[in-house]
């Protein structure tokens, strides 16, 4: 059971490039989150998804959008990247949003 | 809005002594309330919750924390502090955003230290 899967693992980008960070989830929960990390600041909230065809924003969404392609895979995307995107970024899901997070290993993402 | 404040960015204790990291919280409803642990460069892992019912909640590694609504607290204590419980804590909540939502939002994180 490989529970919350996030691809890559670590990617450098140039300023003004876009890429996409995928993950999937194989527990069958209905909520996926993505959540940044930058030292000193917790894990802050970008976009969530109560259920598949919902999204929303969370605390600091700009410069990002993400899609809810079916109930596993929620996907991040960056279009023009930016030095202050520089962070890890965590995919999570939960079978109902007052349910506990299970969260990937996390994507080390440096823009340069 | 909700919003989970922990007490303290870097926690110092001896081997074998007390653990109390703090967390308070706000939320306008009743909220579930979570601890998560991150070992380096992995992802976060459940310690314990406290949804409804018994205030005083046992998690993994022998943690336990109290949900004092009066004080709006939860804080995390371990009465013997193992030198493989260096790590960040993370203290968070949930809430209800309507339409069916719900948000996790999460404190800045404690990084407790053990000294041998």
């Known amino acids: 059971n490989a529970g919350v899967t996030q691809t890559p693992k670590f990617q450098v980008l140039k300023t003004g490039q876009s890429m996409t960070l995928q993950c999937a989830q194989d527990?069958?929960?209905?909520?996926m989150y993505w959540y940044r990390q930058d030292p000193g600041m917790g894990l802050r909230l970008i976009y969530y998804s109560a259920s598949e065809g919902t999204t929303d924003k969370g605390e600091v969404p700009n410069g990002y959008n993400v899609s809810r392609l079916n109930k596993r895979e929620f996907s991040l995307r960056l279009e023009s990247a930016a030095p202050s995107q520089t962070s890890v970024y965590f995919c999570a899901s939960s079978a109902q949003g007052n349910t506990e997070a299970f969260f990937g290993q996390g994507t080390r993402l440096t823009v340069v | 809005a909700q919003s989970v404040t922990q007490l303290g960015s870097h926690v110092s204790v001896s081997e074998g002594a007390l653990v109390l990291l703090r967390c308070n919280y706000s939320s306008s409803v009743p909220p579930y309330l979570f601890w998560y642990v991150q070992y380096p460069n992995q992802g976060l892992q459940l310690l314990l919750k406290?949804?409804?019912?018994?205030?005083l909640v046992k998690g993994i590694n022998g943690f336990e924390a109290e949900f004092k609504k009066s004080e709006t607290s939860f804080h995390l204590t371990k009465p013997s502090a193992h030198m493989s419980d260096a790590a960040e804590y993370f203290c968070a909540v949930t809430s209800y955003s309507g339409a069916g939502s719900y948000q996790l939002t999460f404190g800045k994180g404690t990084k407790l230290s053990v000294i041998p």
């Open positions: 527990m069958n929960h209905n909520s």
């Open positions: 406290y949804t409804t019912g018994a205030t």
